[in-house]
């Protein structure tokens, strides 16, 4: 998936995906680590105070930079990382994403993203030209004829001084951000499902609501949740039945489950969003094992899924 690495890289200094990931929400940090091949993850957590972090893309959002500092360095400190790269996971609404079709595309990362940045400006309030931006290719068609082509392209942008705020902070810590990746993108990265997939991510501040197909992905939509517990629930209701009627649209057949990931389980979300038609599954349930200190709220599906495959 799209992330931001250091210098636009995809891996860490030493060639491969960090062995160690934290995701930051406004309730702590939530560390994994995979400290030997073939071993399980161990996981720890750190609360962070009411208004630490407060996510979003117009203003800092690193309110209490070293209380969120001291929480990044106390996690990943309980379970040892082997070296200091790590995968930082951050709020979906840190960041913005897209799935974005082009006629065609330059095929050096260094000629497409001017193009990415042009087609962006005005999809983002915020400076494009000065964001951070990284993309993949999730598919590309037609290229045979050499006409009509379409090329279908997984953008993540980002306001520069925001993606600076986090980065900053783990490298107070003692670490290195291998890359960064918003919370769903991670999360998605967990799931492993031949099949199209309908997945959900629910913060206290948003939910993201995704269909995958093998390794294309055909919706990634993040709304904000209102403060109020009535409406909070009616929205999450509305985007899930947006979800799953776009699903039936594309994929001509209702969806059966929702892939659920996010604060609280699958019992709770299933009763949140009131359908008798869906059943709601864990991207990844609580480890029985592994628990380094006392975990938070924070959802396992970030991080998992940032260590999916990871040796």
Known sequence: MAQFSNSMKTSSQSGGRPQAAVELAPEGALAAAIQAAGESAVYAFASLPAGALVPGIAEANLRQPEVVTEALRTALEQVSPRNRYVTLIIPDTSARVFVLDFDTLPAKAIEALPVLRFRLRKM???????????????????????????????????????????????????????????SSLAALAALDSPHPVLAANLSRLALTTAITSG?????????????????????????????????????????????????????????????????????????????????????FAGVMGALAGVA
């Open 124 to 182: 983002v309030p915020f400076d494009s030209e000065h964001a951070a931006v990284s993309f993949q290719v999730l598919a590309q068609h037609g290229e045979e004829e050499k006409s009509g082509a379409i090329v279908k392209v997984l953008a993540t942008v980002m306001p520069g001084p925001i993606l600076a705020e986090y980065e900053a902070a783990v490298r107070a810590a003692g670490y290195e951000p291998g890359s960064v990746l918003p």
């Open 215 to 299: 390794d294309d992905l055909l919706l990634y939509r993040t709304v904000e949740l209102p403060e109020d517990p009535a409406a909070r629930v009616a929205e999450v209701q509305r985007s899930v039945a947006v979800a799953a009627a776009y699903f039936e649209d594309k994929l001509s057949s209702r969806p059966r489950q929702v892939h659920y990931a996010g604060i609280g389980d699958a019992r709770e979300f299933a009763i949140a969003i009131a359908d008798a038609q869906l059943t709601v599954l864990e991207v990844a349930p609580a480890p029985v094992t592994g628990a380094a200190t006392t975990l938070g709220p924070i959802g």
